[in-house]
């Protein structure tokens, strides 16, 4: 079972990296760090979440499991209202989400874009953190059908 780390367990980096983020993306940040660690919960294979740090970024790690792929949260550095979900760029999860969800907004094939002042697409995003989480997972099962 993944947990939302407590306030006494959290890592003092991540949470010195959230305090610094202006207002309004500090919020849809903390609402796709909520959203990450839901996600974990509610899928089997999943386990527990690790939070640090990677790049300087929130990163979500399935270190007990290793079911999954990497995703990072950051704001965007050159535009000013925009945030995104980074995915490892040599996987191919952006192209499977770009199939999936053509109506989202993609950094090339690393990540999801997303401004604030739009409502959070959170039936998309709980698919798409639900698909990094389980890719190991899945990618070691396809090599044994081969």
Same mark, same amino acid.
């Given at each position: 079972?993944?947990?939302?780390?407590?306030?006494?367990?959290?890592? =003092? =980096?991540? &949470?010195?990296? *959230?305090? =610094?983020?202006? %207002?309004?993306?500090?919020?849809?940040?903390l609402a796709l760090r909520r959203l990450i660690f839901d996600t974990a919960r509610a899928t089997e294979g999943v386990g527990p979440l690790e939070e640090t740090l990677k790049w300087g970024q929130p990163s979500y790690l /399935? /270190? &007990?499991?290793?079911?999954?792929? #990497?995703?990072?949260?950051? $704001?965007?550095?050159?535009? !000013?209202?925009?945030?995104?979900?980074? *995915?490892?760029? $040599? /996987?191919?999860? !952006?192209? #499977? *989400?770009? &199939?999936?969800?053509?109506?989202?907004?993609?950094?090339? %094939?690393?990540?999801?874009?997303?401004?604030?002042?739009?409502?959070?697409?959170?039936? =998309?995003? @709980?698919?798409? !953190?639900?698909?990094?989480? #389980?890719?190991? !997972? @899945?990618?070691?099962?396809?090599?044994?059908?081969?």
């Amino acid at each position: 079972m993944a947990k939302r780390p407590s306030a006494a367990a959290r890592d =003092a =980096a991540v &949470e010195a990296v *959230f305090e =610094a983020y202006p %207002n309004p993306v500090r919020a849809k940040l903390l609402a796709l760090r909520r959203l990450i660690f839901d996600t974990a919960r509610a899928t089997e294979g999943v386990g527990p979440l690790e939070e640090t740090l990677k790049w300087g970024q929130p990163s979500y790690l /399935t /270190t &007990e499991s290793k079911s999954g792929s #990497t995703i990072r949260i950051d $704001q965007v550095k050159a535009e !000013v209202g925009r945030y995104a979900v980074y *995915f490892h760029c $040599q /996987t191919d999860l !952006v192209e #499977t *989400f770009r &199939e999936l969800y053509p109506e989202l907004r993609y950094g090339g %094939n690393r990540s999801i874009l997303l401004d604030v002042g739009d409502k959070l697409p959170e039936a =998309a995003l @709980r698919h798409c !953190v639900a698909l990094a989480l #389980t890719y190991h !997972v @899945r990618k070691r099962k396809a090599e044994r059908v081969k």
